[in-house]
């Protein structure tokens, strides 16, 4: 799965536009963006890992028992937890390199 520069810039508008100020926040969403002001840095990074982890984790579970003929268990809600992990991957995926390029560029830097 290729995820375009364009494509990838229009999704974040379409969610900054949806999660801006002047349209009101969730108490929940609020809240929980307060809580992160005094976090650090490499525990968010940890949470946002496990999250990927605990998708990939889920999808797992569901496609066997989708495969091993769980009635509880739809073909949808197995392809959308599928989904949901390919994209949280693939948004982890960007962000690693778009660390790996900053690194770079701050070595690149002349002291």
């Given at each position: 799965?290729?995820?375009?520069?364009?494509?990838?810039?229009?999704?974040?508008?379409?969610?900054?536009?949806?999660?801006?100020?002047?349209?009101?926040?969730?108490?929940?969403?609020?809240?929980?963006?307060?809580?992160?002001?005094?976090?650090?840095?490499?525990?968010?990074?940890?949470?946002?890992?496990?999250?990927?982890?605990d998708l990939q984790s889920n999808a797992s579970q569901?496609?066997?028992?989708?495969?091993?003929?769980?009635?509880?268990?739809?073909?949808?809600?197995?392809?959308?937890?599928?989904?949901?992990?390919?994209?949280a991957f693939e948004a982890t995926i960007q962000v690693?390199?778009?660390?790996v390029e900053a690194y770079k560029e701050i070595m690149?830097?002349?002291?």
């Amino acid at each position: 799965m290729q995820i375009g520069n364009t494509s990838l810039m229009m999704e974040m508008q379409r969610l900054k536009g949806e999660i801006a100020p002047s349209q009101g926040l969730e108490p929940q969403i609020s809240q929980q963006i307060n809580n992160t002001s005094g976090v650090e840095f490499s525990e968010l990074l940890s949470q946002a890992l496990g999250t990927v982890t605990d998708l990939q984790s889920n999808a797992s579970q569901l496609a066997t028992r989708l495969e091993m003929g769980d009635s509880r268990v739809t073909l949808s809600d197995t392809v959308i937890a599928r989904e949901k992990a390919s994209v949280a991957f693939e948004a982890t995926i960007q962000v690693r390199n778009k660390f790996v390029e900053a690194y770079k560029e701050i070595m690149s830097m002349p002291v």
